[in-house]
């Protein structure tokens, strides 16, 4: 694999929380399984309905999880970025893939195969418990989220999507916020379940009120705090 990054497998996959407390022989084990992937831009990695097969830990890169309604829409479940395991629910269940990812930039992964994994947690019982206090908190963050989005109005669902970028991908420099993110209007529109004509209309009036930039490879939040006041007033 290329590497980009010093550590070895083992020493990347102890950065997540469920493999923190894992002895090095416990951790050995799950390097002993991990499979190293290099996935070229607009790659589909797993498709939605799909066999799930392995759980996925991006070294680097950028990869969306998206649903598609009955009429072919997309709407974005989240932006997945270095340091992100998903799906959060594959090793617990014998579902299908919940949804469709896709590297929108090249991304270099470490894939763990379900069945080889739950064969290890047979063995490993305290592996099981530390990823299912996880998965606990993960699920309550999401609802925490899809509550939000819910329950305000267009504006406000753009004002929090950005402050949610900043937060998760934005990069200080100076007084702005770089998000580098190559996510498109459509995309955007489909993250907050608006239409992309709506989506614009509210990023030109946020980039005339001199708040922020926007193109197609990222998003400079020119007022932190203004946004935040915008959203909370």
Request: hydrophobic share 40%.
């Amino acid at each position: 694999m290329r590497r980009e990054n010093k550590d070895t497998a083992a020493e990347f996959l102890q950065q997540f929380p469920i493999f923190q407390d894992l002895s090095p022989e416990e951790l050995k084990q799950v390097e002993d399984i991990a499979i190293s992937r290099n996935i070229h831009k607009k790659t589909v990695i797993f498709a939605e309905g799909s066999e799930k097969e392995a759980v996925f830990f991006i070294r680097t890169g950028i990869v969306k999880a998206y649903k598609t309604d009955e009429n072919g829409h997309e709407q974005i479940v989240s932006f997945l970025k270095t340091g992100d395991m998903f799906p959060h629910t594959g090793f617990f269940n014998a579902h299908p893939y919940p949804a469709t990812a896709e590297a929108i930039t090249p991304a270099e992964l470490i894939a763990i195969p379900v069945r080889l994994f739950e064969r290890l947690m047979l063995n490993t019982p305290a592996i099981a418990i530390k990823i299912m206090r996880v998965l606990g908190d993960k699920i309550r963050e999401l609802q925490d989220k899809l509550q939000v989005l819910s329950g305000q109005d267009v504006r406000n669902r753009v004002l929090s999507f950005l402050l949610m970028l900043a937060e998760q991908h934005g990069q200080p420099s100076g007084h702005k916020i770089i998000i580098n993110l190559p996510m498109t209007h459509q995309e955007f529109a489909n993250s907050i379940g608006t239409t992309r004509e709506t989506a614009n209309r509210l990023l030109n009036q946020l980039t005339k009120e001199n708040l922020l930039e926007v193109d197609r490879k990222q998003i400079i939040i020119h007022d932190l705090q203004a946004l935040k006041h915008q959203r909370d007033t």
